[in-house]
């Protein structure tokens, strides 16, 4: 297991095993957007913030790619158009109640916001109640080109929804950190905001290249929001992306990172021990400044 896999671990539950008992594991719940990873015990059941749905449009939808009905939550105000749209990427957990939360927060500040479940094809991260397992059987077979891919079609869909192409954002948390980088190197959007997402790391056939072998090909600035305490993606790492992204084209060079000194791996997750109420409300409103300082 990776370090950064091992915080997300240890970030789940301090002190204590993946391996322990389903009675100290959430209920596994078949509905989009209200299940959690069995992985993720009921040390904090419930996210800090619940955003209720009133006045949004939210919900469970699908679109479709090359055959496949790819399921993703959406939330946006109702009866709304010409919505600015945010992909929302999940961590390696999936599309659970925190991610269509974050939709939810989205929706409110007038987005239309989608979280696809990029990991339909290859199965259910709920379904593992072990991380090593649900890294290896699960999410180390999602390839990057099929993410991409994905992506790509719900950036499509919205537009058919409400949403304004013209003004696409990502974010994303965790693994979904990544994602935003590269797809920030790859997609139409004109922002993105990584949540702690890997810079660099050991290649495979289906994982090809990192954030820091993309800097050269982002096509958007990303705000990169890191925590100090992150033993998994050590500040050294941030540093050589930092200088890396002082060389590359102008979204790079446009790009920059906030440090939270205190803060560990997936602080903004407020469904796990590893919530910072300060350093997460502080990213989030930099968070949205940040998208509309860059049109979105």
């Known amino acids: 297991m990776r370090d950064d896999q ?6 789940l ?15 596994l719940q078949t509905a989009l957007g209200l299940g959690y990873a069995a992985a993720a015990t009921p040390l904090m059941a419930q996210t800090a913030i619940a955003t209720p749905a009133d006045g949004l449009t939210a919900g469970e939808v699908s679109f479709m790619v090359n055959g496949f009905k790819v399921p993703a939550y959406r939330a946006a105000p109702a009866g709304k158009k010409d919505l600015p749209v945010v992909l929302v990427i999940s961590e390696i957990f999936g599309v659970h109640e925190y ?19 990029l990991f339909a094809r290859q199965g259910d991260p709920k379904a593992f109640g072990e ?13 990057d080109a099929q993410v991409m891919g994905d992506l790509d079609a719900a950036v499509q869909w919205a537009g058919t929804q409400g949403g304004d192409l013209s003004r696409v954002a990502i ?20 922002a993105g905001v990584a949540w702690y997402g890997r810079l660099e790391g050991a290649k495979t056939e289906l994982q090809p290249r990192h954030p820091l072998e993309l800097v050269d090909q982002l ?8 925590g100090g305490q992150d033993t998994g993606i050590p500040l050294a790492s941030v540093e050589r992306m930092r200088e890396a992204l002082k060389q590359g084209p102008a979204a790079a ?9 205190e803060a560990p ?9 590893s919530y910072r109420e300060q350093a997460a409300k502080d990213g989030w409103e930099r968070m949205l400044a940040w998208f509309k300082r860059h049109g979105v």
Do not use: N
């Not at 791996?265 to 021990?273: G, L």
């Open 6 to 11: 091992q915080q997300d671990l240890k970030a």
């Open 99 to 117: 991610i269509a939360d974050t939709c939810r927060r989205l929706a409110r500040a007038g987005y239309l916001a989608i979280a696809p479940e």
């Open 13 to 27: 539950v301090p002190g204590r095993s993946a391996e322990e008992g389903p009675t100290r594991r959430l209920a």
């Open 265 to 273: 791996h997936a602080f903004h997750a407020d469904y796990r021990p």
């Open 131 to 143: 991380i090593a397992k649900l890294m290896s059987e699960l999410i180390a077979k999602v390839p």
């Open 171 to 190: 974010t994303g948390f965790c693994w979904g950190g990544r994602i935003t980088w590269l797809y920030a190197a790859h997609g139409p959007v004109k």
């Open 219 to 226: 096509k958007a600035p990303v705000l990169g929001l890191y």
């Open 253 to 261: 060079k446009a790009s920059e990172f906030v440090i939270y000194p």
